[in-house]
């Protein structure tokens, strides 16, 4: 597929609290916390566990990269990527582009393609979804691409126009397609590398994020062919699997938390991030873009 990338059920409720922006007014200097502050004193309930069922290992011979899906915002591409990495059509794939400061793709190269059996090749765009049907904290700060941005349950999202969608944010993962808007389903799947290509944003379905190991996929060597493909073989990284964790013997998981969008703890530390009182800086800015504030992961119990 060379197109572009070659070129649901009521969701959860919106919470009491989830249209008030977050702060902007500048802290008081002695009231500010640094990021690690934050996180050091966050309470065990401003975080979540990762769900098993929607979370993936794409196994690298370096190593293992981990993706929470979306399924609030592209159910049918969630359940469609599962059922191929369940019935092992990954297994034997490869990262086949690498395009700098921009994607890695994955997929099986043309001379290894097989026929999909439990999942579907393609599926109908799924770039954008109600704004009622899903929770949102929006940022204070302007945005150039959408009418307000923030943050849906963990991933970072904009919204207008009664709509709501996902962003491409560093570490965003998205379903590659043809020309045609339905012409992707997740058997093709790239990571953001590089600088926030906002632009692909409601041009593509992102269907989750790469919670650990993005480092696996943005430090290897770049294509040298259009486009930031691989021109043989020999230049790709092979895939040895990818794998639902819920299907991963538990002593085989990796148990990751991350911190609610929802909580005091992150709005907190977006303000920690936006106004930057650290001896090194001699500005404190007072303002971020989305795409910049962190989205912490660690372990659980850690």
Known sequence: MRGMLAAGAMALAVMGCATKAVESAAPETGAWRSMGDVLAQSPASDWRALDP????????TRGRVIIE????????HAANIKALAREGYFDGAAVVRVQDNYVAQW???????????AGRATLPAEFDRGAARAP???????????????????FPAARGGGRIWLAHCYGMV??????????????????VIGHAPRHLDRNV??????????ELLSALPRGTGDLGFYVSAAERT????????????????????TLRTDSASFRALVESRR???????????????LCNVPLPVRARNG
Request: cysteine-free; glycine content about 10%; hydrophobic content about 40%.
């Open 136 to 154: 949102f904290r929006p940022l204070a700060d302007p945005d150039s691409y959408a009418d307000e941005v923030g943050f849906s349950d963990g």
């Open 238 to 257: 092979p895939i040895r699997t990818m794998r639902v964790a819920a299907d991963v013997p538990e002593a085989e998981r990796v148990e990751l938390e």
């Open 53 to 60: 069922e929607n979370t993936l290992y794409l196994e690298l």
């Open 174 to 191: 998205g379903a590659g397609r043809d020309n045609g808007a339905d012409s992707g389903g997740g058997a093709e799947l790239y990571a």
């Open 69 to 76: 899906l979306a399924p609030a915002f592209a159910p049918l």
């Open 205 to 214: 379905t992102l269907v989750g994020r790469i919670v650990q190991g993005v």
């Open 107 to 117: 997929a099986r190269p043309e001379e290894s393609r097989r026929q999909i059996r």
């Open 275 to 289: 106004f930057r009182r650290e001896e090194w800086f001699a500005s404190p800015t007072g303002r971020i873009n």
